[in-house]
């Protein structure tokens, strides 16, 4: 899909956790269950942050890199806000060919509103 593409474009430095200078921390958390994932993304900084979970992409580890997962979902390119302190959640649908492996999610947010884009994910997971 073409969000996993330009989702990965801005693929930086992945970690479960990123802070920016600006006093931000964002954490993305997955909780696999069967063929779902309910994803929650944290906002512990001091600024409001743009995000949408609908648009995180699925990741397949290989020997040597993370690699885009075809989903073909459908998503609204509309941007949502999560204040200091906040939560949110989302819950995604793997695919029913998913090859088994170790697997996870990144999303792209804006940190803070209107700045700069970051990129953080999941930890890992077994699925397929």
């Known amino acids: 899909m073409r969000t ?3 989702l990965s474009l801005f693929l930086v430095a992945c970690t479960s956790a990123m802070s920016t200078g600006s006093g931000q921390s ?3 958390t997955a909780a696999p269950s069967g063929t779902r994932v309910m994803l ?3 906002n512990h900084g001091d600024s409001p942050i743009g995000y949408n979970l609908c648009t995180s992409g699925l ?3 290989d020997p040597n890199d993370w690699v885009d997962v075809r989903t073909d979902e459908v998503c609204t390119m ?3 806000t999560l204040q200091p302190g ?3 959640t989302f819950e995604k649908t793997l695919p029913a060919n998913l090859t088994p492996g170790t697997y996870r999610y990144v999303t792209s947010v804006e940190q803070p509103v209107g ?3 970051v990129v953080v994910a999941t930890d890992s997971f077994k699925a397929g």
Do not use: S
């Open 115 to 117: 700045g700069g884009h």
């Open 26 to 28: 964002v954490m993305l």
């Open 40 to 42: 929650t993304l944290m």
């Open 4 to 6: 996993v593409v330009a």
């Open 59 to 61: 990741q397949r580890r």
């Open 78 to 80: 509309e941007l949502r």
């Open 86 to 88: 906040a939560t949110a």
